[in-house]
């Protein structure tokens, strides 16, 4: 069965400090993995993309990385700000079906000051 | 530069009743979807129209009709509302509906069913 999980479920952090949102996944066949930004009462908005041969990718203070073998995502904010606070979902595509989108449910981050 | 806008932003509806959600976007798109998103789970596909003139079910579709009225909008309508539907949907473009293309979400419209 595809699915996604994400860790941990919620998360406290200080301002200024970083973290690591951890989502394993078990689609197949894989066509790309995705990070989201949902800010509460908000639509997600996308962070990166990225497909199987990119070990990689950076947008700001977000860092993803994938490793397709262990089917395993982080997504790395670094020098958290208290804006940071919002959930954070990983989606993974597969690649024969334009509705095989799976939603994890989600990492829900507070930063405090 | 509004994106995906959605209509209403909140509704509360009787057992029974019946509405229609709206959804409009000015980016062009040729692809556009419908989401809903429950508590402790993750976004589902409600329907999608790959482009204007087409919609195909999606995940959870039981319950919704859906109708592309032009390239820019795609509403959902609820003909007999029951209280699974509490839910917030969302509506989303892309470009195409290949793989690789990043998705736009709207805001989204909370629904309850009382």
């Known amino acids: 069965k595809n699915q996604v999980e994400q860790s941990p479920q919620s998360l406290i952090i200080l301002e200024g400090k970083n973290c690591t949102l951890q989502c394993n996944y078990t689609v197949s066949p894989f066509s790309n993995l995705r990070w989201y930004k949902q800010d509460t009462g908000r639509g997600p908005v996308s962070l990166t993309i990225m497909t199987f041969s990119e070990n990689t990718k950076s947008n700001g203070r977000y860092t993803a990385t994938l490793d397709a073998d262990t089917k395993q995502s982080s997504l790395h904010i670094t020098a958290s700000q208290l804006s940071d606070s919002a959930s954070y979902i990983c989606?993974?595509?597969?690649?024969?079906?334009?509705?095989?989108?799976?939603f994890g449910t989600g990492t829900r981050l507070q930063v405090f000051p | 530069n509004a994106g995906v806008t959605q209509t209403p932003k909140f509704q509360v509806l009787k057992t029974g009743q019946s509405m229609t959600l709206q959804c409009a976007q000015d980016?062009?798109?040729?692809?556009m979807y419908w989401y809903r998103q429950d508590p402790g789970m993750g976004l589902r596909l409600i329907y999608y129209?790959?482009?204007?003139?087409?919609?195909d079910k999606g995940e959870v579709p039981n319950g919704y009709n859906v109708s592309r009225l032009n390239k820019r909008e795609f509403s959902l309508r609820l003909e007999s509302a029951a209280p699974s539907q509490t839910s917030v949907y969302f509506c989303?473009?892309?470009?195409?509906?290949?793989?690789?293309?990043?998705?736009?979400f709207g805001s989204g419209t909370r629904l309850t069913v009382v």
């Open positions: 989606v993974v595509s597969a690649s024969y079906n334009t509705d095989k989108l799976i």
């Open positions: 989303a473009s892309s470009e195409e509906t290949g793989l690789d293309y990043g998705y736009t």
């Open positions: 980016m062009n798109h040729n692809s």
């Open positions: 129209s790959a482009s204007e003139g087409t919609t």
